[in-house]
C-alpha cells in the first residue's frame, strides 16, 4: 500500500503553494454570481481550471448546459472517488449559502490530488453539478447516470460549525392553486368565490396541524398570487409549499395531510382546488466509515471537529439524491460565527472573509486526503458500501 503519509503532505502542499489561486477563484465567483442552470461564468472557471491541471473534462453532461465532469486516473486500476462541486447563487442575495468556496474547494482539492495520481491506483472525478437552491442538477445528474461508476463522493460546505457526519431532511415541492370566481367586492361580495380566502385558510389549517407533526417535520409556503386589485373578489390565487422530514416515508405524509388542509378550505369557500407536486431532495445518509476518515484527516491539520447534536436542525440539498445511490458524505466547515444564519447578507460576505478563505482551504485540504485514503485502500471503499447497504436497509 502507496504511504499515504508522505502523499498527503505532497497534496497539502500543493493546496498551500496555489492557495491564492484558489482564493481569487472563489472571490471571482462570489462577485458574480450565477442563478440555477445558468452558471455558465462559474462552470467555465472551474472546469477550465481543472483542464489547464491535466484533467479530461467532458462539458454540458446529462444535458444540463452548466453541467461537467472532469476525470483522471484508471478507473479500471482501482476506486472512482467524485469530489462534488455548487456554484450556484441565491436570487437577489447572491452567494449567501456560500457556493463560491464549495467549487474552488473541489476543484483545489482536484488539481492537489493531480500531483500524486501517478503513485495511486483508481480514478478522481469532479462533477460540476449546478442548481442546487431548487433546481436540483445532482437529481438529474443521479438520473442520468453520472454517479453509477463512481465509488465514494464528498463535497463540503460552509456553515457555522464544523462536523462531518450530519443527515439532511427529504423535501417535496407542492403547488396549489384555487379558482374561484371574481365579482366586485363591494358592490356585490355576494356572487364571488374568493380563492385568495381558500389560499389564507389552507395557511391557517396547516398552522393548525403544526402541533401533530413529528419535530423533524418542516412545512413553510409562499402565496405566489394572490389577486389583481382590492377592489375584486380574487378569483384566482396560488402558493407554493416545501414540505419536508427527516425521511421519505414522513416527508409524504405529511403531504398528504396538507392537501388535506387545502381540500378542507376548499370545501369551505367553495373554491376548486387544483394541486400538483414535484419530488424534491431525498434525505442524506452520511457514510460513517468514510465520515471518519474525514473528521481524522481534518483532525490531522488542526481543524476542531464536533459531533452533530440530537435533534440537530437540518434543510435539505440534492447531494442527499447522491447519498442514496453511493457512499458519500456532505462535512460542513466554519466559516461564520454561530448567531450568523445562513442564506443572509452576512453569510454572503462571510464567503469571501479571512474564515471563508481558511474554510475552503481546509475543506479542499481534508477531501484531498481522504480522497487519498480511498484510492490506497480499497478495502476502505468496500467497507463503505457495506455501511450504505446497512444503512439503506435499516430505512
Known amino acids: 500500500m502507496p504511504d499515504t503519509t508522505a502523499l498527503k503532505a505532497r497534496a497539502l502542499s500543493v493546496i498551500d503553494e496555489l492557495r491564492d489561486e484558489f482564493i481569487r477563484i472563489s472571490t471571482t465567483i462570489h462577485s458574480h454570481p450565477e442563478l440555477a442552470f445558468r452558471e455558465f461564468e462559474s462552470a467555465a472557471l472551474l472546469s477550465n481550471t481543472l483542464e489547464q491541471h491535466g484533467y479530461t473534462v467532458q462539458r454540458g453532461i446529462a444535458g444540463l448546459e452548466t453541467a461537467f465532469r472532469a476525470e483522471i486516473g484508471d478507473p479500471a486500476a482501482g476506486p472512482t472517488v467524485a469530489l462534488v462541486a455548487e456554484y450556484d447563487a441565491l436570487p437577489e442575495i447572491g452567494h449567501a449559502c456560500g457556493h463560491n468556496i464549495i467549487g474552488t474547494a473541489a476543484i483545489a482539492a482536484g488539481v492537489a490530488l493531480r500531483a500524486v495520481m501517478d503513485e495511486l491506483k483508481g480514478r478522481v472525478v469532479v462533477v460540476g453539478a449546478p442548481a442546487e437552491e431548487g433546481g436540483g442538477g445532482k437529481v438529474i445528474l443521479v438520473e442520468q447516470g453520472v454517479f453509477a461508476d463512481v465509488d465514494a463522493a464528498m463535497m463540503v460546505h460552509p456553515a457555522t460549525y464544523t462536523l462531518v457526519n450530519r443527515g439532511s431532511l427529504a423535501s417535496i415541492r407542492l403547488n396549489i392553486q384555487f379558482t374561484g370566481k371574481a365579482s366586485h367586492a363591494a358592490a356585490a361580495p355576494e356572487d364571488g368565490i374568493n380563492a385568495l380566502e381558500a389560499i389564507i385558510l389552507t395557511f391557517n389549517n396547516v398552522n393548525a396541524l403544526r402541533l401533530h407533526l413529528k419535530s423533524d417535520a418542516r412545512v413553510h409556503g409562499i402565496i405566489t398570487h394572490g389577486g389583481t386589485a382590492v377592489n375584486i373578489i380574487p378569483d384566482h390565487a396560488e402558493a407554493v409549499f416545501s414540505v419536508r422530514a427527516a425521511t421519505q416515508s414522513y416527508a409524504e405524509e405529511v403531504l398528504r395531510r396538507v392537501v388535506q388542509c387545502a381540500e378542507a378550505a376548499a370545501i369551505a369557500t367553495g373554491a ?32 476542531e471537529v464536533r459531533d452533530a447534536m440530537p435533534n440537530e436542525r437540518m434543510g435539505s440539498t440534492d447531494f442527499g439524491n447522491v447519498s442514496q445511490v453511493v457512499p458519500a458524505i456532505h462535512p460542513y466547515i466554519t466559516i461564520a460565527s454561530p448567531d450568523t444564519a445562513g442564506h443572509t447578507i452576512e453569510f454572503r460576505e462571510a464567503a469571501v472573509s479571512p474564515a471563508g478563505h481558511a474554510g475552503l482551504i481546509n475543506a479542499a485540504k481534508a477531501m484531498a486526503m481522504t480522497a487519498i485514503d480511498l484510492l490506497a485502500n480499497p478495502a476502505l471503499v468496500h467497507a463503505a458500501k457495506a455501511e450504505l447497504a446497512a444503512a439503506r436497509e435499516r430505512r
Open 272 to 303: 376548486q382546488l387544483n394541486w400538483t407536486f414535484k419530488p424534491g431532495y431525498a434525505a442524506m445518509i452520511p457514510n460513517a466509515v468514510l465520515g471518519r476518515l474525514f473528521a481524522d484527516n481534518w483532525r490531522a491539520i488542526g481543524v
